[in-house]
């Protein structure tokens, strides 16, 4: 399994950006469709978004879409969560993940159980 720690959390006001980094060793992340994950106090873990293997195909939670980016280095093996335009419900604890399966088709809903290897959190804290 790949080994993720992820870096960028902070305190931002709302409207404010954020880079979160996610950087992979133990594993080649050419290999892996890459997923962030969120999980606010007392609320179940989320999807956030997800990018494949090759980079050339991402896919958005609805609460994210426009305002979040992701992006994959495969040569640095690093995946990135560009989070623009910032609202407090943003903030939480986020997750970087990877998937040595294939991709899942487009449109299809993101669980957890999709991804093998898991970070250790950074936190993301937006104040109103």
């Known amino acids: 399994q790949v080994h993720l720690v992820e870096s960028g959390g902070g305190l931002v006001e709302t409207g404010g950006s954020l880079r979160l980094s996610c950087a992979g060793s133990g594993g080649t992340f050419s290999s892996y469709v890459m997923g962030w994950f969120r999980q606010a106090p007392g609320k179940e873990r989320e999807f956030v978004a997800t990018?494949?293997?090759?980079?050339?195909?991402?896919y958005y939670a609805d609460s994210v879409k426009g305002r979040f980016t992701i992006s994959k280095n495969n040569a640095e093996n690093t995946v990135y969560l560009q989070m623009n335009s910032l609202k407090p419900e943003d903030t939480a604890v986020y997750y970087c993940?990877?998937?040595?399966?294939?991709?899942?088709?487009?449109?299809?809903?993101?669980?957890?159980?999709?991804?093998?290897?898991w970070g250790q959190g950074t936190q993301v804290t937006v104040s109103s």
């Open positions: 990018i494949s293997r090759s980079a050339g195909i991402t």
């Open positions: 993940a990877a998937r040595s399966k294939p991709w899942k088709f487009t449109g299809s809903v993101w669980y957890q159980s999709d991804f093998d290897s």
